[in-house]
């Protein structure tokens, strides 16, 4: 597609369920990042993917939380045994290039509501 | 760390008004970004900066190494304009990995007609 693409753009669970959220980057795009953003707070990052090389997890808030990125090019963030903290939109970018000149794409958002 | 201060937390206004938006950083970057973020959550990135000016249409970013300040500007603004600004600056040094990249709270501007 022409942008990066989320999926889903609303998800509303039980606290206790696990949710998988879907990042489709720009085709080529090299790099591509998770980020969570709270009601009212600035973006928070989670996790960087760039090429073949090891993920970056720093901000991965907690175990529960992990990610894939399947052939370069698909991620999926999974949250398990959710809670009512973990309610935010979740904003998935990419980049043609990682590092520090790599202009960012964003994607629309996967906003999760846990009750 | 850096640290990144943006201000106005908010600001209103009237269409057709000259806005300026400031961001600040405590470090040394390498590269800042602004982004803007309309209701509903897409993220647009407006500009990506290490030096001097840039201008698109009726947006103009500008940013001082030495002072560690970067303004955005919006000429003959618009209500169409109304979003929430962000800055985000990478740390020199930093490698170029995502944590490297530190975001602002935002500035939720309201251009009314």
């Known amino acids: 597609g022409a942008g990066v693409s989320q999926s889903p753009s609303n998800k509303v669970t039980e606290k206790g369920k696990d949710v998988e959220l879907r990042c489709d980057p720009i085709s080529g795009h090299t790099a591509l990042y998770w980020y969570r953003q709270s009601l009212g707070q600035g973006l928070e990052f989670l996790i960087y993917?760039?090429?073949?090389?090891?993920?970056?997890k720093s901000g991965l808030p907690s175990d529960r939380f992990s990610a894939e990125r399947t052939g370069g090019s698909v991620s999926t963030l999974t949250i398990q045994r959710t809670q009512q903290e973990d309610s935010a939109v979740y904003l998935c970018a990419s980049s043609l290039v990682g590092g520090a000149y790599g202009e960012l794409f964003f994607g629309e958002g996967s906003r999760l509501t846990v009750l | 760390k850096n640290e990144v201060e943006q201000s106005p937390q908010n600001l209103t206004a009237q269409e057709g008004e000259f806005i300026t938006i400031n961001c600040s950083y405590s470090?040394?970057?390498?590269?800042l970004h602004w982004l803007q973020q309309h209701p509903g959550g897409g993220i647009v990135s407006l500009f990506m900066l290490s030096s001097g000016k840039k201008k698109h249409g009726r947006l103009i970013a500008t940013i001082n190494i030495q002072e560690k300040h970067s303004s955005l500007h919006i000429t003959a603004s618009h209500p169409r304009d109304s979003a929430v600004y962000i800055c985000a600056v990478r740390s020199i040094g930093s490698g170029g990995g995502a944590d490297g990249l530190t975001f602002g709270k935002g500035t939720h501007l309201i251009i009314q007609p």
């Open positions: 470090v040394g970057i390498s590269a």
């Open positions: 993917f760039q090429g073949n090389s090891a993920p970056d």
